[in-house]
């Protein structure tokens, strides 16, 4: 009964390859989001999704394309990895976006080789 | 660019002793909320002050915001070792859809 649920946990990889994590929430909520955390915990948002809407679209490379099936759902797609890709990758949701309290997944730890 | 600048960066206690970050941020705000992230795991809510309230209470959790200084600040009394984590601010900016996240205050708990 996890609320904000990723998959994989660990992801290790060559550089060149394409990965894609999943994630998913059962909260009903109509708001995803992407974060990345680099290695000074600084936490950056990447992409937010409303009911599937693209709403936010920070400065990320266009190797990164998130994909939202449906509201539950926000998956994110990288091609041709790097090495400054390795981070750990948030999944969040909230009941709308904005200021709402937001709801974080436990993270996928990307090691680019 | 980043909202919340957090001090101290890092801040080691011993148990039973207080603990207390700040968060200073730039824009106008709807509201601060404090996220506790321990490690390898996600963030988790800690509590929310809007900005027309001053002050807020939660279990061991005193939250306090001054919007004319743009600053706020998390006491936790009577710290445990469970209690280590590290500490986030955010805020909800009016205008923007998303929170902005600070750098972060690594607490240190010792028994």
């Known amino acids: 009964d996890t609320a904000v649920s990723q998959t994989p946990k660990y992801l290790v990889t060559q550089m060149g390859n394409d990965k894609s994590i999943k994630c998913e929430q059962n909260l009903g909520h109509d708001t995803m989001y992407w974060y990345k955390q680099d290695s000074k915990k600084f936490l950056k948002i990447m992409f937010s999704y409303n009911n599937k809407e693209l709403i936010i679209n920070e400065t990320v490379p266009n190797r990164f394309s998130p994909k939202s099936p449906d509201k539950a759902h926000l998956n994110l797609h990288i091609n041709s990895l790097e090495l400054g890709d390795s981070a750990v990758y948030f999944c969040?949701?909230?009941?709308?976006?904005?200021?709402?309290?937001?709801?974080f997944g436990p993270g996928t730890r990307l090691l680019v080789l | 660019s980043q909202q919340g600048e957090e001090d101290p960066q890092a801040l080691s206690i011993q148990e039973g002793e207080n603990a207390t970050m700040n968060c200073s941020y730039k824009t106008s705000i709807n509201n601060l909320q404090w996220y506790r992230q321990n490690s390898g795991r996600g963030l988790v809510h800690l509590i929310l002050i809007r900005s027309n309230e001053r002050e807020k209470h939660s279990g061991r959790l005193r939250v306090t915001l001054d919007t004319s200084k743009k600053s706020s600040s998390l006491l936790i009394t009577a710290s445990r070792a469970a209690d280590t984590a590290s500490y986030f601010c955010?805020?909800?900016?009016?205008?923007?859809?998303?929170?902005?996240f600070g750098s972060g205050t690594r607490l240190q708990v010792q028994p």
């Open positions: 969040a949701s909230s009941q709308a976006g904005g200021s709402e309290t937001q709801y």
């Open positions: 955010a805020t909800g900016d009016t205008g923007r859809r998303a929170l902005t």
